[in-house]
Each structure stands twice: as C-alpha cells, then as structure tokens.
C-alpha cells in the first residue's frame, strides 16, 4: 500500500516552455501533498505543501507564479513550470501524506527536468 | 536554524555487519514525529521506519530499528546485517506538532556497503 506514481519520470524540454509534473497517489486519497526540489548531492527542500480543494501553500523564497500546483482530487496533484529556464533543471519529488497518526509521506519516484 | 542535523556525510560499512547513522533534532514542540527514509540512486525515497515523540519504545521495523534518546534528542537509525542493497543516501526529517505538519530534511549520509 501507499504507492505514489509520478509522471513524467524525466523530460527535456526547451528554455521557455511549460512543463507539468503530475503526481498520483494510487491506493489511498491524500488530502495533502508536498513537492520537494533536490539539487545533486544535497537534501530535499520543500517547495510547497499541495490541499485538495484549496490553494496551495508556498515556502518562502518560491515563486508562486512559476511553480503552479492544482490539487484538483484527492489522488491528483500537478506542478507546473512556467517558462522554464535552465536554473530550473532539477529533481523534482512529491510526496502524498497518508491519514493516520503517523503522518507518513510515501514520496513519489521523482521527475528529473532538463531545461535547455 | 538547522532543526536535523547529521554529521556523517558518509560512510563505509561492510557487509553483514550493523551499521549506525547519526540524526539529532531540534524542537521545543512537545509532539513530534521523527522519521528515516532511503534514497537509492534511483531517486526515489524509500519510507523505513517512524518513532513518535511519545512512543515509549524504539521502533523496529525488520532490520531498522531507531535509538531514540529523547532526553538527547537525537534518533540515531541501525542498520543490522548490512546487505549491498543498503547502498544509498539516508535522510532523517522531522515532523513537529501532531500532524499536518510538514518534514523537515536533515543533510543526509552516503552509506556505501562492500562486500
């Protein structure tokens, strides 16, 4: 149980272009959900935390306009990457919070972006 | 403020023997949730074991167990019988308050199994 999917798994895409990540959980609704940016070699860093139904919340420090998260159902998140940019070439990695008292994330496998 | 920290940013250790990797935490939040995730190569990061601030036990959970000292704040992960399929990064992250609330990461620590 508490498998999260994550498509794509990589892209390529050109400088200035949109790209959406999508985020499943696949046996368990998830009323939250997290997206995590990981540059090589160093820790995850939360870039947003993703409520079904409401607008997300954003750390400080990210761009709300760039990064656009929709939780449109309580097994669906997506980010988007507006007008990317090579800065923005990066792993990206959600994670999907299972109801219990525990409050685990079960993450997703990432999603490796190459802007160029 | 660094509220995880881990000190080893890596480590050998040989097969079948255990292995300990270091994580202290800072909070003043009386509820907490402390956990340890494996991240292969592959990216993706593996859930392995939880302990609540108010769990009087260790947690285990088959060959990861956690030293919880709370009085010392940290939560230090064992890894007993290393196997070569322990090779990876480990993360320590914290949960403060009784849910809802988001992990914070520690630095992590590169495990390097041999044979």
């Known amino acids: 149980g508490a498998v999260v999917s994550q498509h794509p798994s990589w892209v390529i895409c050109k400088s200035g272009t949109s790209v959406k990540i999508e985020c499943r959980s696949l046996?368990?609704?998830?009323?939250?959900m997290f997206w995590y940016r990981q540059f090589p070699k160093q820790s995850l860093m939360l870039m947003a935390t993703?409520?079904?139904?409401?607008?997300?919340?954003?750390e400080q420090g990210v761009e709300k306009d760039k990064f656009l998260i929709n939780h449109a159902s309580l097994t669906l998140s997506t980010l988007t990457v507006t007008s990317a940019h090579p800065e923005d070439s990066s792993f990206y990695i959600c994670?999907?919070?299972?109801?219990?008292?525990?409050?685990?994330?079960?993450f997703g496998p990432g999603t490796r972006l190459t802007v160029l | 403020a660094q509220k995880i920290t881990q000190t080893q940013p890596g480590m050998f250790v040989q097969e079948k023997e255990a292995v300990t990797l270091d994580c202290t935490y800072d909070?003043?939040?009386?509820?907490?949730?402390l956990f340890w995730y494996k991240q292969p190569s592959s990216g993706e990061m593996i859930f392995l074991i939880y302990?609540?601030?108010?769990?009087?036990q260790n947690a285990t959970e088959g060959r990861y167990s956690l030293n919880f000292q709370k009085a010392r704040k940290s939560a230090n992960l064992v890894i007993s019988a290393s196997q070569l399929g322990d090779s990876a990064m480990y993360f320590c992250?914290?949960?403060?308050?009784?849910?809802?609330?988001?992990?914070?990461f520690g630095a992590g620590t590169q495990v390097v199994v041999t044979p």
């Open positions: 994670s999907a919070r299972a109801g219990s008292l525990r409050d685990t994330q079960y």
């Open positions: 046996d368990f609704q998830a009323t939250t």
């Open positions: 993703s409520n079904e139904g409401s607008k997300a919340t954003y």
């Open positions: 909070t003043s939040d009386p509820s907490y949730g």
């Open positions: 302990q609540g601030s108010y769990d009087q």
């Open positions: 992250a914290m949960r403060e308050g009784p849910g809802r609330g988001k992990l914070q």
